[in-house]
T-cell receptor
Framework: EAGVAQSPRYKIIEKRQSVAFWCNPI?????LYWYQQILGQGPKLLIQ????????DSQLPKDRFSAERLKGVDSTLKIQPAKLEDSAVYLC?????????????FGPGTRLTVL | GIQVEQSPPDLILQEGANSTLRCNFS?????LQWFHQNPWGQLINLFY???GTKQNGRLSATTVATERYSLLYISSSQTTDSGVYFC????????????FGTGTRLTIIP
């Protein structure tokens, strides 16, 4: 079974530029998550999708971050414009279905550096 | 929101040693998972354990939900066990939002 795929793996941009990340979850997984992991910290949830609907986006900086999950499969996360403090690893995860007991499976992440 | 504290923050051990990692949380939970983040950044799920005890090879975990803590045991450590271990908890029924602790960095010396 293929794991969670993410691209690109690395991205370097200048502040005020825009950037987009792509995630393809494990086949059949209804729930998809985007996390931000700043160096030395644990991952922080940005947004959670159940199929193509948003379940939780309370920690997403909506003035600059946006995400979509068209057709309930793959997803993109966009930052526009980027700030220096957005430098982090962006992790995508998926789980089989909503409800208690769902193991989350993580992709390899995209390391973003904002100069 | 729920607070998650992990201890110790850093642990350095010789290969073959045993270790115990602790996770304390501030509220009742219906979801608790342990993850290992390897030196290349990949997060691997080790256990889903909101209560009780589980074992998988050299690793085992115990969660005492009534006392709001969980323990991860690693026996006969190997260099491949190095990395950061995260505890993540959730307490929203119907919403799988996880709150991660700050992790325990484990270094196994040959």
């Amino acid at each position: 079974e293929a794991g969670v795929a993410q691209s690109p793996r690395y991205k370097i941009i200048e502040k005020r530029q825009s950037v987009a990340f792509w995630c393809n979850p494990i086949s059949g997984h209804a729930t998809l998550y985007w996390y931000q992991q700043i160096l030395g910290q644990g991952p922080k949830l940005l947004i959670q999708f159940q199929n193509n609907g948003v379940v939780d986006d309370s920690q997403l900086p909506k003035d600059r971050f946006s995400a979509e999950r068209l057709k309930g499969v793959d997803s993109t996360l966009k930052i526009q414009p980027a700030k220096l403090e957005d430098s982090a690893v962006y992790l995508c995860a998926s789980s089989l279905e909503r409800g208690g007991g769902d193991t989350q499976y993580f992709g390899p992440g995209t390391r973003l550096t904002v100069l | 929101g729920i607070q998650v504290e992990q201890s110790p923050p850093d642990l350095i051990l010789q290969e073959g040693a045993n270790s115990t990692l602790r996770c304390n949380f501030s509220d009742s939970v219906n979801n608790l998972q342990w993850f290992h983040q390897n030196p290349w950044g990949q997060l691997i799920n080790l256990f889903y354990i909101p209560s009780g005890t589980k074992q998988n090879g050299r690793l085992s975990a115990t969660t005492v939900a009534t006392e709001r803590y969980s323990l991860l045991y690693i026996s006969s450590s190997q260099t491949t066990d190095s990395g950061v271990y995260f505890c993540a908890v959730g307490n929203n029924f119907g919403n799988e939002k996880l709150t991660f602790g700050t992790g325990t960095r484990l270094t196994i010396i040959p």
